[in-house]
């Protein structure tokens, strides 16, 4: 079982709507939380790193929170524009890095 | 730009071939790590290496070894190929967190596209 979980898989939103993208993880201790967006076909690039003592931090329209109590992460979107269309990794350390299978997000016009 | 640079992007080759892929890391950072992302597949781990040496291995067959040189860059090669192998291949680099542990920030190239037909 990966000890890492995304959801949901996939996600088709209208431009300029929000959304929440979640991940649940089982990784312990527990270092950070980093959130990458990937563009198909590209290498991913980070978006927010969580520490232990964060709970929220922002970057630009994307907003990402940390409950490390419950071990759940969330990447909020918000005024969804059409790059924002691409996978969205979350990437949990420990003594090692695991990864979740990513959230597919689609924006449509 | 990452700063990790891949190469090549694209490669085309046929089943039982040998391939090398070659990653030059950012200036600076002594860990390089190689994923395979399978179409719509999320990015598995095959190896890492920090400072010449190998720190981790996931999911790699036996048919894949890499190795990284003295000056940094790293390679990854893939024997007796088979359609299976077809797949973007990433890598990574980062600066060692505190104590040793993997908890820097990635910086990802963007990636080798090897197709086997």
């Known amino acids: 079982k990966n000890q890492v979980e995304q959801s949901p898989q996939s996600l088709i939103i209208l431009e300029g709507k929000n959304c929440t993208l979640q991940?649940?993880?089982?990784?312990?201790?527990?270092?950070?939380l980093r959130w990458y967006k990937q563009d198909t076909g590209r290498g991913p690039v980070s978006l927010t790193i969580m520490t232990f003592s964060e709970n929220t931090k922002s970057n630009g329209r994307y907003t990402a929170t940390l409950d490390a109590d419950t071990k759940q992460s969330s990447l909020h979107i918000t005024a969804s524009q059409l790059s924002d269309s691409a996978s969205y990794i979350c990437v949990v350390s420990a003594s090692d890095m695991r990864f979740g299978a990513g959230t597919r997000l689609t924006v449509k016009p | 730009d990452s700063g990790v640079t891949q190469t090549p992007k694209h490669l085309i080759t046929a089943t039982g071939q040998r391939v090398t892929l070659r990653c030059s890391p950012r200036?600076?950072?002594?860990?390089v790590y190689w994923y395979q992302q399978s179409l719509d597949q999320g990015l598995q781990f095959l190896i890492q290496?920090?400072?010449?040496?190998?720190?981790a291995k996931g999911n790699i067959l036996e048919r894949f070894s890499a190795q990284q040189f003295p000056d940094l860059h790293s390679e990854l090669n893939l024997s007796s190929l088979e359609l299976g192998d077809s797949a973007l291949y990433f890598c990574?680099?980062?600066?060692?967190?505190?104590?040793?542990?993997?908890?820097?920030?990635?910086?990802f190239g963007e990636g080798s596209r090897l197709t086997v037909l």
């Open positions: 991940c649940n993880y089982t990784v312990s201790p527990f270092s950070n």
């Open positions: 990574a680099s980062s600066v060692r967190g505190v104590g040793g542990a993997n908890t820097g920030e990635l910086f």
């Open positions: 290496y920090y400072n010449g040496e190998e720190r």
């Open positions: 200036s600076g950072d002594l860990s």
